[in-house]
């Protein structure tokens, strides 16, 4: 048969047998020769000869066969290894005994790709081999790469007007991320310099990432004077309206031209803060005509009837008889508007330059008192009553 390693065929096995004896002549049948095909250790055949001599019995040496190569079951054809990582050696099976598996791998493999071939012998000297091209990179030295993803609607100047979402990407190009992925988070709460923050770990280190400030505001600012009404007088300016903002000081801006016609218009504000919100308000402002109007008195005097009331005489000119009035007032000063505090009776009318205020009856007699006409809103304070 085909001879092997360590006294093992590598095919089937032939027996032929020799039987003489010089002395007398062999009578038993010649044995017959065989043929051994089963793989398997320690099969013997016998021939049992006769002659005048006596019976002999002769078994074959112990026939170990074995046509079977081994088999590699882990072989995978391309092998990723970072730089300092072992390659691990390929299993393999055999029928009959244990392979032992070889390869020509260096010891250190280089940064690269190596075809590495590797061989599986059984103790019959059989043998089978794989081919792997193995592919080295240089070990990790650098922590997975963050990143923040921020979903929310954008106001201005880096402000959201919404809830924000935060979302992580996190990679590694070198080695596997080994720490839990970042969780996604919801920022709802108004408010500036917020953030959320990240913790990646691989092979090439641990980083720390936060997102960048995150500046929310849902809120638009207020107005808190806007009235719907405004009574100027040529010349006079028009004041801006008031607002409040729950983050930043909102700026007020109106449509208002910079000199208004005498006549009704309307007026449209707006409040802006920081983020970009805004609200707005509407003004009806009416102008009417100056008018230019002089005040004199000729006339203050106050008869003391009880300690209560007095009997008043107060006259004087103006300028304006146009729809005008004088109204009076027991103060050295004309209150602040409405101009309803502490009135001397009702306004009189100017007819023809000229006004009388000249109750039988009127309230205690005192001094100094004050007065302002309704057209031009000339005001005269600090005149002097002789009090009888």
Do not use: H
Request: net charge neutral; proline share 6%; aromatic share 4%.
């Amino acid at each position: 048969g085909t001879a092997g390693l360590n006294g093992w065929f590598t095919s089937a096995v032939s027996v032929a047998w020799s039987v003489t004896d010089a002395e007398s002549a062999v009578t038993s049948a010649v044995c017959a020769p065989a043929t051994i095909a089963t793989s398997g250790t320690g099969q013997i055949r016998t021939c049992v000869a006769t002659s005048g001599g006596g019976t002999v019995t002769v078994n074959t040496p112990l026939i170990n066969i074995d046509t079977v190569v081994p088999v590699f079951t882990s072989c995978p054809a391309t092998v990723a290894l970072t730089q300092g990582q072992a390659l691990l050696t390929p299993a393999a099976t055999d029928n009959l005994s244990t392979p032992v598996v070889t390869g020509n791998a260096p010891t250190s493999l280089a940064i690269g790709t190596t075809a590495v071939t590797w061989n599986a012998s059984d103790s019959a000297g059989l043998s089978a081999s794989c081919q792997q091209q193995v592919t080295v990179k240089a070990a990790d030295q650098t922590p997975p790469l963050v990143t923040a993803n921020l979903t929310g609607t954008a106001g201005l100047n880096g402000w959201f007007t919404s809830a924000v979402s935060v979302a992580w990407s996190v990679t590694d190009a070198e080695s596997a991320v080994t720490s839990a992925v970042c969780a996604p988070a919801t920022i709802a709460t108004s408010g500036t310099g917020q953030i959320r923050t990240c913790v990646a770990t691989s092979s090439g280190g641990t980083v720390t990432v936060n997102t960048p400030l995150i500046n929310i505001d849902t809120v638009a600012p207020v107005f808190t004077s806007c009235p719907a009404t405004v009574a100027l007088t040529q010349g006079q300016a028009l004041l801006t309206p008031a607002a409040i903002d729950n983050l930043s000081m909102p700026v007020v801006k109106g449509n208002a031209p910079a000199s208004l016609a005498i006549g009704t218009t309307a007026v449209t504000w707006k409040a802006s803060d920081t983020a970009g919100l805004s609200s707005s308000c509407l003004q009806q402002v009416t102008v009417k005509a100056a008018i230019s109007e002089t005040v004199a008195v000729t006339l203050a005097q106050c008869k003391r009837l009880t300690a209560t009331t007095g009997q008043w005489s107060v006259a004087g000119s103006s300028t304006n008889s146009t729809s005008n009035t004088i109204q009076l007032y027991l103060t050295a000063a004309v209150p602040a508007t409405p101009f309803t505090a502490s009135t001397l009776g009702s306004a009189v009318p100017v007819v023809k330059g000229k006004w009388l205020f000249q109750p039988k009856t009127g309230p205690a007699c005192t001094t100094p008192i004050s007065l302002r006409s309704s057209a031009a809103g000339t005001v005269r304070g600090n005149v002097l009553v002789t009090i009888q």
